[in-house]
């Protein structure tokens, strides 16, 4: 299975930058708006209605790209200048191998830390 391909040809262009300066290069991965109700994944406050809590998203993204190895201090940033931090992480494996890295993430603005 290549996933690589399809985040080649399908995804958001994206880049990793650390609090020290670093800059990863650009690559493509999927982010979506994640807005199911009552998921354990999202943090916010529960209304009759659902969940408060707007910009948490999803992301899948290439495996030589390892959100699992980053801290709190890394973002992710797409095209459009939107900083997202990293809640949470893993690596998607199968037969031992990393096809892909699923990952819950969070729109952030400068002063979040």
Same mark, same amino acid.
């Given at each position: 299975?290549?996933?690589s391909?399809?985040f080649?040809?399908h995804g958001?262009?994206? @880049? %990793?930058s650390? /609090? #020290? ?6 690559f493509?991965a999927?982010?979506?708006?994640l807005?199911?109700? +009552?998921?354990?994944y999202?943090?916010?406050?529960y ?7 707007n910009?948490?998203?999803l @992301? %899948?993204g290439? /495996? #030589? ?6 801290n709190s201090?890394?973002?992710i940033h797409?095209?459009?200048e +939107?900083k997202y931090?990293?809640d949470?992480?893993e690596?998607i494996k199968f037969d031992?191998?990393t096809l ?6 969070r729109k952030?603005t400068e002063?979040?830390i």
């Amino acid at each position: 299975m290549n996933f690589s391909s399809l985040f080649s040809a399908h995804g958001n262009t994206v @880049y %990793l930058s650390g /609090a #020290d300066g670093w800059k990863s290069p650009t690559f493509k991965a999927f982010l979506q708006p994640l807005r199911y109700k +009552n998921k354990l994944y999202q943090q916010g406050d529960y209304t009759p209605i659902g969940i408060n809590k707007n910009d948490v998203y999803l @992301y %899948l993204g290439p /495996a #030589d790209h390892d959100l699992t190895k980053l801290n709190s201090f890394h973002r992710i940033h797409d095209n459009d200048e +939107n900083k997202y931090m990293i809640d949470r992480a893993e690596k998607i494996k199968f037969d031992n191998k990393t096809l892909y890295i699923w990952a819950i993430i969070r729109k952030t603005t400068e002063g979040d830390i």
